[in-house]
């Protein structure tokens, strides 16, 4: 394999992988119909998320860049292409938790979400099985410039093919719109230029590390709680809000879920800071949080009245995950030459 074709090859799995962790192993398990949209997300999702990745790398911006471009990234899609951040309509997300005009509680939901599943879980996963080329650019710069391209058009089409057909009597603001644009510029600047000038204390790491398979469990449980505080049941339906608090007490659901996010971050961050972490761990990390987000399909599913289909669809999709990271993990156990 040359370098460019491996890189290449890196490029497109990330593209493939990110609409696969963020919607395939979720909204395609408790709203099925989304397979058949899936092509309409490989490019909001997968140009979008290889764009972030390869202007960090280049950037030599990090993790930390990573996770602000992230943010950025979910600003695009949920605030330009999908207006689900205002819209009084889509999803029902006024109703979740609305201030001054803004669906906090949906957008508190997305950030956590996106940054996880559409941004962070696939990248890792890339940079696992090209080990060679993680942390290094995929895309020379014209490649690059494509990719922003078809990003573009990805948002363009999720306004008309989601936005337009779910939400159609609903125009956001010019106001909103400039502000969103402000602030993803604001957002690049910050990880691109800030960032990597950044002189940033490490983590402290853990005398001792818990089990691969304890850490599995945490992970798997975090999406869980997480999804499970801020999310509405019944997420192919009509829900009128999170599962648990309603009105002003759904401030004390999106506490306790933002509480578990960053106790998450702080908790991984200082697991990977211990010499003993191996990509070992990290792939039972992966698996655990992807199979707890699965869970949490099935059980929307399960509430908007596809049990049935929603568990197969969703014991097939966590036993395929389950089986390709198995097999990823014995491929990086494997002595390199």
Not at 68 to 92: I, R
Not at 204 to 212: E, G, H, K
Request: aromatic share 8%; net charge positive.
């Amino acid at each position: 394999m040359t370098d460019g074709k491996g890189r290449l090859k890196a490029a497109w799995t990330l593209v493939l992988l990110a609409p696969l962790c963020a919607e395939g192993a979720f909204t395609g398990i408790s709203l099925p119909t989304i397979w058949l949209a899936f092509p309409l997300l490989i490019p909001i999702y997968g140009a979008g998320v290889l764009l972030v990745r390869e202007l960090v790398s280049r950037a030599g911006a990090g993790w930390l860049g990573l996770l602000v471009m992230g943010l950025a990234y979910e600003l695009a899609e949920d605030g330009l292409g999908l207006q689900a951040l205002t819209s009084p309509h889509l999803y029902n997300a006024a109703s979740w938790g609305r201030v001054l005009g803004v669906n906090v509680t949906y957008w508190e939901s997305q950030i956590g979400y996106h940054l996880a599943f559409s941004v962070l879980i696939p990248v890792v996963i890339t940079n696992l099985v090209f080990k060679r080329h993680a942390g290094r650019p995929y895309l020379r710069p014209f490649g690059t410039i494509v990719a922003a391209v078809v990003f573009v058009v990805g948002i363009a089409l999720t306004r008309l093919a989601i936005a337009g057909t779910q939400d159609p009597t609903y125009q956001e603001p010019l106001s909103v719109t400039v502000t969103v644009v402000i602030a993803m510029i604001a957002l690049g600047a910050i990880a691109l230029v800030a960032v990597p000038r950044l002189r940033l204390p490490h983590p402290a790491p853990f005398p001792r590390l818990p089990s691969p398979m304890t850490m599995g469990i945490i992970a798997g449980i975090a999406p869980i709680v997480f999804l499970g505080l801020i999310f509405p049941l019944r997420l192919g339906g009509v829900s009128n809000g999170p599962a648990v608090g309603q009105g002003a007490w759904v401030a004390i659901p999106m506490l306790v879920a933002l509480a578990v996010a960053i106790a998450v971050v702080w908790l991984v961050a200082r697991w990977s800071a211990t010499d003993t972490f191996t990509d070992h761990h990290r792939i039972w990390l992966i698996g655990g949080a992807l199979v707890g987000h699965s869970l949490c399909a099935v059980a929307s599913g399960i509430a908007s009245g596809r049990g049935p289909l929603s568990l197969a669809l969703g014991a097939l999709v966590i036993a395929v995950s389950v089986l390709l990271l198995v097999r990823l993990d014995r491929r990086v156990r494997q002595p390199t030459r």
